[in-house]
């Protein structure tokens, strides 16, 4: 007699061979001074004139960056309810220096203060002018 697994088994048996197989903490920041991976690329958050350890608005941060990427780039786009406030991007390229600062002042027009939260996109451009996102890190930053 021939037995037949149910399709929900299946389903199930495939979930968890699929959430070993990719850990939630390759895509989530580990909070300030935390960093985010993405296989052999990473972007962690480093505070350059905190005054309590912690992002704040108005203060600056920067970031580490570890890319096997000829041309990484970080980006960083921060939210207040949904909307989005801030956005500034810089190279962090290892043999090329960025003419410009690689600081990211926390304000912004839109941003006159309080709490948001942030997201740092490590990148670099393809071939066909598109960009392909190598490691994210998430981080709040406080009023």
């Given at each position: 007699?021939?037995?037949?697994?149910?399709?929900?088994?299946?389903?199930?048996i495939?979930?968890a061979?699929?959430?070993?197989?990719?850990?939630?903490?390759?895509?989530?920041?580990?909070?300030p001074?935390?960093g985010?991976?993405?296989?052999?690329?990473?972007?962690?958050?480093?505070?350059?004139?905190?005054?309590?350890?912690?992002?704040?608005?108005?203060?600056?941060?920067?970031?580490?960056?570890?890319?096997?990427?000829?041309?990484?780039?970080v980006?960083?786009?921060?939210?207040?309810?949904?909307?989005?406030?801030?956005?500034?991007?810089?190279?962090?390229?290892?043999?090329?220096?960025?003419?410009?600062?690689q600081?990211f002042?926390?304000?912004?027009?839109?941003?006159?203060g309080?709490?948001?939260?942030?997201?740092?996109?490590?990148?670099?451009?393809?071939?066909?002018?598109?960009?392909?996102i190598?490691a994210?890190?998430?981080?709040h930053?406080?009023?």
């Open positions: 007699m021939e037995t037949r697994e149910r399709p929900v088994a299946r389903i199930a495939l979930a061979v699929l959430a070993l197989a990719v850990p939630p903490a390759a895509f989530a920041g580990k909070g001074g935390g985010g991976t993405g296989g052999s690329n990473s972007v962690a958050l480093v505070l350059v004139n905190s005054s309590d350890a912690v992002p704040n608005w108005g203060e600056t941060v920067t970031f580490k960056v570890s890319s096997t990427a000829q041309y990484p780039s980006e960083t786009t921060c939210h207040q309810n949904g909307t989005s406030v801030y956005t500034h991007s810089a190279g962090f390229y290892p043999t090329y220096p960025w003419p410009w600062a600081n002042v926390l304000s912004s027009y839109a941003w006159t309080g709490a948001a939260d942030c997201t740092a996109k490590l990148y670099t451009m393809n071939s066909k002018g598109g960009s392909v190598l994210t890190l998430g981080f930053v406080y009023p």
